[in-house]
T-cell receptor, first 111, second 112 residues
Framework: SQELEQSPQSLIVQEGKNLTINCTSS?????LYWYKQKYGEGLIFLMM?????EEKSHEKITAKLDEKKQQSSLHITASQPSHAGIYLC???????????FGQGTRLTINP | DGGITQSPKYLFRKEGQNVTLSCEQN?????MYWYRQDPGQGLRLIYY???????QKGDIAEGYSVSREKKESFPLTVTSAQKNPTAFYLC???????????FGNGTRLTVT
């Protein structure tokens, strides 16, 4: 069973549109991380959320962690071709030491 | 990430052979991790180590082995017992406290 569930698994949007990716767990998360990956390459760190209710933004990407620390969302405003890739959420389970990831969301931006 | 070196980038082996993937870091991070990624899927945790000479199994440790004799190094051996070893393998490190994982560029292993 997957400890972190991401949705959707695949997303195709028109350039300029907004989009949201979700990451959910049935367990309390100890640190929530968002990464971006181009296929076959390493992961690029986007943001880290620690506290319930926390929200962070970088350029056109905003990430939130809910109050219960069991769900996070990643929102992209006015999407651009450079946003295309695979987005992965990761989190600490069973304390902060065991770090697991969701299945990933493949984002395609159509011009 | 310039601080984590995974080598080689591509690795080919025949079925039945053990193969060792290298992961070296100069970030002075205590914790190191190995993940496996299959096409179209996320990362699955194989093994992790918080300190030298200690490591824990992740979710898919069967058919793999690791060692942590030095802080800088965390090699992963894919044994012949691993039924589907062809995959993209990523090594990561983490500093203490609230800090993100730092990833290497990965090794793509193909077993035929």
């Amino acid at each position: 069973s997957q400890e972190l569930e991401q949705s959707p698994q695949s997303l195709i949007v028109q350039e300029g549109k907004n989009l949201t990716i979700n990451c959910t767990s049935s367990k309390t998360l100890y640190g929530l991380y968002w990464y971006k990956q181009k296929y076959g390459e390493g992961l690029i760190f986007l943001m880290m959320l620690q506290k319930g209710g926390e929200e962070k933004s970088h350029e056109k990407i905003t990430a939130k962690l809910d109050e219960k620390k069991q769900q996070s969302s990643l929102h992209i405003t006015a999407s651009q071709p450079s946003h295309a890739g695979i987005y992965l959420c990761g989190a600490g389970i069973q304390g902060a030491q065991k770090l697991v990831f969701g299945q990933g969301t493949r984002l395609t931006i159509n011009p | 990430d310039g601080g984590i070196t995974q080598s080689p980038k591509y690795l080919f082996r025949k079925e039945g052979q053990n193969v060792t993937l290298s992961c070296e870091q100069n970030l002075n991070h205590d914790a190191m991790y190995w993940y496996r990624q299959d096409p179209g899927q996320g990362l699955r945790l194989i093994y992790y180590s918080q300190i030298v000479n200690d490591f824990q199994k992740g979710d898919i440790a069967e058919g793999y082995s690791v060692s942590r004799e030095k802080k800088e190094s965390f090699p992963l051996t894919v044994t012949s017992a691993q039924k589907n070893p062809t995959a993209f393998y990523l090594c990561a490190t983490k500093d203490r406290g609230a800090s993100p994982l730092h990833f290497g560029n990965g090794t793509r292993l193909t077993v035929t």
